[in-house]
């Protein structure tokens, strides 16, 4: 597998500090970032789930990372990607990110009964 580089949105225990940011470990820091607005985050068994969610004004802060094909794939199977506790999916970015092509993980499944963190996960 090429070690090609891709735009990673973290957004809960992957960022910096977090308990599961070991799993960044040797890829690369890229900045603060917050996604457009449409984007919500709401509580789910110790960890955040990013939902799309129409009418939300604010979006959700977290980080970028540039991370390689092998962290990628550790990272799809670390959030349950092929399970479907998660999807992959390209997210839009406030500046100065906006124009770049980032992906994140979001939650695809029903919210109802969780709490609504809003646009910040705070451990």
Known sequence: MSAGAHLLFVYGTLKRGGVNHRHLAGQTFVGEARTVAGYRLYALDGYP???????????????IWSVDDD????????????????RREP??????FSDRIVHAYLYPHGVAGRRDLGSRWTE
Do not use: I, K, T
């Open 49 to 63: 789930g990013m939902v799309a969610q129409a009418g939300d004004r604010d979006g959700v802060v977290g980080e």
């Open 71 to 86: 962290a990628l794939v550790r990272l799809d199977r670390f959030e349950g990607v092929s399970e479907g506790l998660y």
């Open 91 to 96: 997210v839009a970015l406030l500046a100065p």
